[in-house]
């Protein structure tokens, strides 16, 4: 089965994740900082929803890192 996703975008996930468990936190941790539900924070790690750059920059700024880390 093929990811719906392009390769570019699945690099971008992948830095995602990494970028959270590198800071330590949880998604659920994540979700409570960012006023939204551990979903939210799971749908765009997966996939399922598209991270738009203003949730980006919300991300960024939490993980500490800069926009740049998350090109593909």
């Given at each position: 089965?093929?990811?719906?996703?392009?390769?570019?975008?699945q690099?971008?996930?992948q830095k995602l994740?990494?970028a959270?468990?590198?800071?330590?936190?949880?998604?659920?941790?994540?979700?409570k900082?960012?006023k939204?539900p551990?979903?939210?924070v799971?749908?765009?790690?997966?996939?399922?929803?598209?991270?738009?750059?203003?949730?980006l920059?919300?991300?960024a700024?939490?993980y500490?890192?800069?926009l740049?880390f998350?090109?593909?």
């Open positions: 089965m093929s990811s719906v996703h392009t390769k570019r975008y690099e971008f996930l994740r990494q959270r468990k590198a800071a330590g936190l949880t998604q659920a941790q994540v979700a900082t960012l939204k551990q979903s939210f799971s749908k765009c790690e997966s996939g399922e929803r598209r991270v738009d750059f203003a949730e920059q919300a991300f700024r939490l500490r890192r800069p740049d998350f090109k593909a």
